[in-house]
Protein backbone atom coordinates (compact mmCIF):
# COMPACT_ATOMS: atom_id res chain seq x y z
CA UNK A 1 0.00 0.00 0.00
CA UNK A 2 0.89 3.56 -1.01
CA UNK A 3 2.11 5.96 1.71
CA UNK A 4 -0.82 8.43 1.56
CA UNK A 5 -3.57 5.68 1.47
CA UNK A 6 -1.83 4.14 4.36
CA UNK A 7 -2.08 6.74 6.14
CA UNK A 8 -5.63 7.60 4.79
CA UNK A 9 -6.55 4.27 6.23
CA UNK A 10 -5.50 5.10 9.86
CA UNK A 11 -7.56 8.45 9.99
CA UNK A 12 -11.12 7.67 8.09
CA UNK A 13 -12.92 10.78 7.20
CA UNK A 14 -16.49 10.61 6.26
CA UNK A 15 -17.65 13.24 3.28
CA UNK A 16 -21.00 14.54 2.81
CA UNK A 17 -22.46 16.76 -0.31
CA UNK A 18 -25.64 17.89 0.64
CA UNK A 19 -25.96 21.30 -0.89
CA UNK A 20 -26.30 22.68 -4.67
CA UNK A 21 -25.71 26.50 -5.53
CA UNK A 22 -27.01 28.58 -8.18
CA UNK A 23 -26.09 32.11 -7.52
CA UNK A 24 -26.45 35.17 -9.88
CA UNK A 25 -23.87 38.74 -9.10
CA UNK A 26 -24.42 39.97 -6.75
CA UNK A 27 -24.45 37.12 -4.09
CA UNK A 28 -22.99 36.61 -0.46
CA UNK A 29 -22.89 32.95 1.18
CA UNK A 30 -21.79 33.45 5.03
CA UNK A 31 -20.88 30.43 7.00
CA UNK A 32 -20.71 29.93 10.64
CA UNK A 33 -18.03 28.12 12.34
CA UNK A 34 -18.83 24.69 12.48
CA UNK A 35 -17.72 22.10 15.26
CA UNK A 36 -14.36 20.63 15.63
CA UNK A 37 -14.04 17.76 13.39
CA UNK A 38 -16.01 19.12 10.56
CA UNK A 39 -14.62 20.82 7.68
CA UNK A 40 -16.62 22.52 5.34
CA UNK A 41 -15.79 22.20 1.74
CA UNK A 42 -16.71 24.34 -1.85
CA UNK A 43 -16.48 23.33 -5.16
CA UNK A 44 -16.67 25.98 -7.54
CA UNK A 45 -18.12 23.70 -10.62
CA UNK A 46 -18.64 26.89 -12.89
CA UNK A 47 -18.18 30.82 -12.66
CA UNK A 48 -16.14 32.68 -9.84
CA UNK A 49 -16.26 33.56 -6.25
CA UNK A 50 -14.51 35.52 -3.94
CA UNK A 51 -12.73 34.27 -0.32
CA UNK A 52 -11.41 36.49 1.27
CA UNK A 53 -8.21 37.54 -0.83
CA UNK A 54 -8.65 34.37 -2.78
CA UNK A 55 -9.87 34.59 -6.25
CA UNK A 56 -11.69 31.55 -7.06
CA UNK A 57 -12.68 29.93 -10.60
CA UNK A 58 -14.52 26.77 -12.16
CA UNK A 59 -12.40 24.11 -10.95
CA UNK A 60 -11.18 25.00 -7.92
CA UNK A 61 -11.49 23.71 -4.17
CA UNK A 62 -11.63 25.74 -0.57
CA UNK A 63 -11.59 23.42 2.35
CA UNK A 64 -11.56 25.09 5.76
CA UNK A 65 -10.35 22.08 7.76
CA UNK A 66 -10.77 23.36 11.09
CA UNK A 67 -14.20 24.88 10.59
CA UNK A 68 -13.31 28.14 10.59
CA UNK A 69 -16.11 31.21 9.79
CA UNK A 70 -16.01 32.44 6.37
CA UNK A 71 -17.40 33.90 3.28
CA UNK A 72 -18.15 33.69 -0.58
CA UNK A 73 -18.86 36.20 -2.58
CA UNK A 74 -19.39 38.10 -5.86
CA UNK A 75 -19.86 41.74 -6.21
CA UNK A 76 -21.07 44.26 -2.95
CA UNK A 77 -22.18 41.88 -0.20
CA UNK A 78 -24.60 44.97 0.64
CA UNK A 79 -26.10 44.34 -2.57
CA UNK A 80 -26.40 40.82 -2.64
CA UNK A 81 -30.22 39.61 -3.50
CA UNK A 82 -31.55 37.06 -0.75
CA UNK A 83 -30.84 33.30 -0.72
CA UNK A 84 -33.97 30.97 -1.53
CA UNK A 85 -33.41 27.19 -0.36
CA UNK A 86 -35.73 24.28 -2.48
CA UNK A 87 -35.63 20.42 -1.35
CA UNK A 88 -34.26 17.88 -3.60
CA UNK A 89 -31.60 15.30 -4.35
CA UNK A 90 -29.57 18.34 -2.58
CA UNK A 91 -30.72 21.22 -1.08
CA UNK A 92 -30.96 23.46 -3.92
CA UNK A 93 -29.99 27.67 -3.07
CA UNK A 94 -30.21 30.22 -5.50
CA UNK A 95 -30.63 33.80 -5.70
CA UNK A 96 -32.40 36.03 -7.70
CA UNK A 97 -29.63 37.85 -8.95
CA UNK A 98 -29.09 38.64 -13.05
CA UNK A 99 -25.13 38.86 -12.80
CA UNK A 100 -22.66 36.31 -13.55
CA UNK A 101 -23.67 32.70 -13.14
CA UNK A 102 -21.62 30.84 -10.47
CA UNK A 103 -23.10 27.36 -9.55
CA UNK A 104 -21.10 25.44 -5.97
CA UNK A 105 -21.59 22.17 -4.61
CA UNK A 106 -21.07 22.53 -0.92
CA UNK A 107 -20.53 19.58 1.55
CA UNK A 108 -18.76 18.88 5.13
CA UNK A 109 -15.73 16.10 5.27
CA UNK A 110 -16.39 14.89 9.05
CA UNK A 111 -13.19 13.72 11.03
CA UNK A 112 -12.75 11.85 14.10
CA UNK A 113 -12.53 14.46 16.73
CA UNK A 114 -10.50 11.39 18.76
CA UNK A 115 -9.14 9.19 16.31
CA UNK A 116 -8.73 11.78 13.69
CA UNK A 117 -6.85 14.40 15.74
CA UNK A 118 -3.39 13.86 14.22
CA UNK A 119 -4.51 14.32 10.85
CA UNK A 120 -6.57 17.50 11.57
CA UNK A 121 -3.87 18.93 13.61
CA UNK A 122 -1.14 18.67 9.94
CA UNK A 123 -3.95 20.19 8.33
CA UNK A 124 -3.77 24.45 7.16
CA UNK A 125 -7.01 26.55 8.75
CA UNK A 126 -7.72 26.63 4.86
CA UNK A 127 -6.49 25.12 1.67
CA UNK A 128 -7.42 25.63 -1.74
CA UNK A 129 -6.61 23.35 -4.49
CA UNK A 130 -7.10 24.03 -8.49
CA UNK A 131 -8.10 22.23 -10.96
CA UNK A 132 -8.39 24.03 -14.00
CA UNK A 133 -5.76 23.32 -16.64
CA UNK A 134 -3.27 21.06 -14.38
CA UNK A 135 -2.36 18.12 -15.71
CA UNK A 136 -1.89 16.82 -11.89
CA UNK A 137 -5.15 17.65 -11.31
CA UNK A 138 -7.46 15.43 -13.80
CA UNK A 139 -9.10 12.78 -11.75
CA UNK A 140 -10.03 15.08 -9.40
CA UNK A 141 -11.59 17.59 -12.03
CA UNK A 142 -13.11 14.53 -13.59
CA UNK A 143 -14.55 13.45 -10.10
CA UNK A 144 -16.31 17.11 -10.06
CA UNK A 145 -17.49 17.00 -13.24
CA UNK A 146 -19.46 13.27 -12.10
CA UNK A 147 -20.49 15.26 -9.12
CA UNK A 148 -22.11 18.19 -10.62
CA UNK A 149 -23.63 15.58 -13.45
CA UNK A 150 -25.69 13.95 -10.54
CA UNK A 151 -26.83 16.44 -8.92
CA UNK A 152 -28.09 18.84 -11.87
CA UNK A 153 -29.33 16.29 -13.25
CA UNK A 154 -30.75 13.52 -10.92
CA UNK A 155 -31.42 10.38 -12.35
CA UNK A 156 -31.92 6.51 -10.69
CA UNK A 157 -29.04 5.53 -8.41
CA UNK A 158 -27.89 9.32 -8.49
CA UNK A 159 -28.35 9.71 -4.82
CA UNK A 160 -25.87 5.89 -4.12
CA UNK A 161 -23.19 7.66 -6.82
CA UNK A 162 -23.04 10.76 -5.05
CA UNK A 163 -22.35 9.03 -1.94
CA UNK A 164 -20.09 6.75 -3.62
CA UNK A 165 -18.10 9.58 -5.59
CA UNK A 166 -17.73 11.63 -2.62
CA UNK A 167 -16.21 9.11 -0.37
CA UNK A 168 -13.18 9.49 -2.94
CA UNK A 169 -13.32 12.91 -2.52
CA UNK A 170 -10.88 13.73 0.18
CA UNK A 171 -8.04 11.13 -0.91
CA UNK A 172 -8.02 12.81 -4.74
CA UNK A 173 -8.20 15.90 -2.80
CA UNK A 174 -5.12 15.21 -0.34
CA UNK A 175 -2.73 13.62 -3.40
CA UNK A 176 -3.36 17.13 -5.85
CA UNK A 177 -2.72 18.80 -2.68
CA UNK A 178 0.52 17.04 -1.77
CA UNK A 179 1.10 17.04 -5.83
CA UNK A 180 0.63 21.32 -5.98
CA UNK A 181 1.01 22.90 -2.34
CA UNK A 182 4.35 24.02 -0.47
CA UNK A 183 3.26 21.47 2.44
CA UNK A 184 3.22 23.23 6.26
CA UNK A 185 5.52 20.80 8.71
CA UNK A 186 3.27 17.74 9.83
CA UNK A 187 2.28 14.71 9.13
CA UNK A 188 1.62 16.05 5.31
CA UNK A 189 4.63 17.89 5.46
CA UNK A 190 6.83 14.62 5.83
CA UNK A 191 4.59 12.77 3.00
CA UNK A 192 5.29 15.90 0.72
CA UNK A 193 9.08 15.47 1.18
CA UNK A 194 10.06 12.77 -1.14
CA UNK A 195 13.79 12.42 0.73
CA UNK A 196 12.05 10.79 3.68
CA UNK A 197 9.35 8.53 1.99
CA UNK A 198 11.16 5.22 2.70
CA UNK A 199 11.42 6.04 6.17
CA UNK A 200 7.44 7.24 6.85
CA UNK A 201 6.90 4.25 4.72
CA UNK A 202 8.22 1.89 6.97
CA UNK A 203 6.90 3.38 9.92
CA UNK A 204 3.42 3.23 7.97
CA UNK A 205 4.02 -0.65 6.96
CA UNK A 206 5.38 -1.76 10.30
CA UNK A 207 4.71 0.74 13.16
CA UNK A 208 5.63 -1.91 15.86
CA UNK A 209 8.89 -2.36 15.00
CA UNK A 210 11.14 -0.71 17.00
CA UNK A 211 12.94 1.97 14.34
CA UNK A 212 15.98 3.90 15.54
CA UNK A 213 17.66 7.11 13.76
CA UNK A 214 19.91 4.90 12.27
CA UNK A 215 17.85 2.59 10.45
CA UNK A 216 15.60 5.32 9.15
CA UNK A 217 18.69 7.53 8.04
CA UNK A 218 19.95 4.21 6.49
CA UNK A 219 16.67 3.99 4.61
CA UNK A 220 16.47 6.89 3.74
CA UNK A 221 20.58 7.02 2.22
CA UNK A 222 21.25 9.80 5.35
CA UNK A 223 23.60 10.34 7.73
CA UNK A 224 21.67 10.47 11.18
CA UNK A 225 22.88 14.05 11.68
CA UNK A 226 21.05 15.26 8.70
CA UNK A 227 18.16 12.95 8.27
CA UNK A 228 16.89 13.87 11.69
CA UNK A 229 17.36 17.56 10.87
CA UNK A 230 15.66 17.17 7.75
CA UNK A 231 12.61 14.73 9.49
CA UNK A 232 12.66 17.98 11.98
CA UNK A 233 12.01 20.80 9.26
CA UNK A 234 9.43 18.66 7.48
CA UNK A 235 7.26 17.62 10.37
CA UNK A 236 7.70 19.94 13.45
CA UNK A 237 8.46 16.49 15.25
CA UNK A 238 11.25 14.00 16.17
CA UNK A 239 10.87 10.17 14.09
CA UNK A 240 10.45 8.87 17.53
CA UNK A 241 7.32 11.46 17.84
CA UNK A 242 5.92 10.42 14.63
CA UNK A 243 5.74 7.08 15.05
CA UNK A 244 4.13 7.18 18.25
CA UNK A 245 1.39 8.97 16.54
CA UNK A 246 1.21 6.49 13.57
CA UNK A 247 1.15 3.79 16.52
CA UNK A 248 -1.59 5.08 18.24
CA UNK A 249 -3.38 5.81 15.40
CA UNK A 250 -3.53 2.13 14.17
CA UNK A 251 -3.85 1.39 17.72
CA UNK A 252 -6.86 3.36 17.27
CA UNK A 253 -8.19 1.42 14.38
CA UNK A 254 -7.53 -2.18 16.20
CA UNK A 255 -9.83 -0.95 19.19
CA UNK A 256 -12.50 0.24 16.87
CA UNK A 257 -12.63 -3.63 15.82
CA UNK A 258 -13.05 -4.61 19.24
CA UNK A 259 -9.24 -5.63 20.09
CA UNK A 260 -8.29 -6.15 23.82
CA UNK A 261 -5.83 -3.39 24.92
CA UNK A 262 -3.05 -6.21 25.71
CA UNK A 263 -3.20 -7.64 22.27
CA UNK A 264 -3.59 -4.09 20.63
CA UNK A 265 -0.47 -3.11 22.30
CA UNK A 266 1.40 -5.96 21.56
CA UNK A 267 0.31 -5.51 17.74
CA UNK A 268 1.54 -1.74 17.54
CA UNK A 269 5.38 -2.73 19.42
CA UNK A 270 4.87 -2.24 23.03
CA UNK A 271 5.91 -5.35 25.25
CA UNK A 272 4.03 -3.81 27.80
CA UNK A 273 0.51 -3.22 28.20
CA UNK A 274 0.99 -0.57 30.87
CA UNK A 275 3.66 1.37 28.77
CA UNK A 276 0.85 1.14 26.08
CA UNK A 277 -1.76 2.61 28.29
CA UNK A 278 0.35 5.27 28.92
CA UNK A 279 1.51 6.58 25.70
CA UNK A 280 -2.62 5.87 24.36
CA UNK A 281 -3.63 7.87 26.85
CA UNK A 282 -1.38 10.66 26.31
CA UNK A 283 -2.37 10.78 22.60
CA UNK A 284 -6.13 10.73 23.13
CA UNK A 285 -6.65 11.56 26.52
CA UNK A 286 -8.50 8.61 27.60
CA UNK A 287 -6.99 5.08 28.12
CA UNK A 288 -7.63 2.12 25.32
CA UNK A 289 -10.61 0.36 27.28
CA UNK A 290 -12.49 3.68 27.52
CA UNK A 291 -11.60 4.34 24.03
CA UNK A 292 -13.08 0.98 22.77
CA UNK A 293 -16.49 1.15 24.65
CA UNK A 294 -16.70 4.87 23.20
CA UNK A 295 -15.80 3.00 19.80
Same mark, same amino acid.
Do not use: F, S
Given at each position: MDSLSHLLSLY? =?????? =???RFGAPWVLDHD? !? *????APYHLIVRGEALCGEHALQSGDIIVFPHGTAHRLHI?? *?ALATPLHAEPGLLRFERNDGDGPQ???LCGEFHFDTDGGAGLLAALPAMLVVRTAGRPDAQSLRHLMRMLQEEAETPRGGSQAIIRQLSAALFALLMRTWLEQAAVAPGLFG?? !?ERRLQAAINGMLNAPEKPWTLEELADASHMSRATFARLFKQAA? !????DVLTQLRMARAARLLDEGRAAG? =??EAVGYQSEAAFNRAF??????GPGAYRKRA
Open positions: P =VRTALD =VRCG !A *PRGVGD *PTDIVM !AN !ATPAE =VGKRQYGI
